[in-house]
């Protein structure tokens, strides 16, 4: 997968993994973090995700990343939003309001991106990359986010003769190793048994992960 598979998916609209509603998880979940009014919430990989307003009519600020330009725009055209653009280090800054999205590639995000976010809101990044890059972007997120941080997860575990990503199959025992190994703490908050498009098993989880570096 590179970046000419996404742009090729958005130009396309071969985009299933987009969700024309705010997540229930989310709604249910978000308040078990304890995250305040104010605290600004990190989403990567944002796609033109309707999450996103809802965590920012919550008092969130919100900071997404995208690789696909017409994900971005369509974001803030379809919902209304008007918006400015400019053009900075890496990446094309899109912003409207307490909302803004980075346009480029998450690898080339750094600490100074980061660095007022408080809270991670995870529902389609982790999922959306194969085996070989999980690792890699656990790494590269730790690596740039603040040391005290939580964070919401969203994962999808189905048989694999029903892989046909993305979303990815995660499994509970990687979610585990890739996020300890990270420095987080992970708690599973709830999993729910579904059935996927093809009508196989599968199951949803959703997680807490938190760190707080400068209390070792």
């Known amino acids: ?10 130009q396309n609209q071969q985009i299933g993994f987009h969700q024309q509603e705010i997540n229930a998880y989310l709604c249910e ?4 973090l304890g995250i305040v009014p104010g605290c600004r919430v990190f989403v990567p990989l944002c796609g033109k995700s309707l999450d996103m307003l809802w965590l920012a009519q919550a008092s969130h600020p919100i900071l997404g990343v995208e690789l696909s330009p017409k994900a971005v725009e369509d974001f803030f055209t379809e919902n209304a939003l008007p918006y400015r653009t400019e053009s900075q280090d890496e990446f094309s800054h899109w912003q409207s309001g307490s909302i803004e999205l980075l346009c480029g590639d998450f690898f080339n995000l750094t ?3 980061l ?3 408080e809270a991670v809101y995870d529902r389609a990044a982790l ?6 890059l999980r690792k890699k972007y656990v790494d590269h997120l730790a690596k740039i986010l603040p ?3 939580h964070l ?8 694999p003769r029903d892989e046909q990503g ?3 199959c995660v499994s509970h025992d990687e979610v585990q190793h890739l996020y300890t190994h990270a420095g987080f703490q992970v708690e599973l908050k709830a999993q729910w048994s579904i059935k996927t498009q093809r009508q196989l098993p599968a199951v949803e989880r959703i997680y807490h992960l938190y760190r707080d570096l400068d209390s070792r």
């Open 29 to 32: 979940h978000w308040s078990e």
């Open 111 to 113: 600490t100074a991106h």
């Open 166 to 168: 993305p979303p990815f």
């Open 152 to 159: 919401l997860l969203i994962t999808l575990e189905r048989e």
């Open 127 to 132: 999922i959306a990359l194969p085996p070989d």
């Open 115 to 117: 660095q007022q976010v």
């Open 147 to 149: 040391k005290k941080v």
């Open 1 to 10: 997968m590179n970046a000419a598979f996404w742009h090729e998916r958005w």
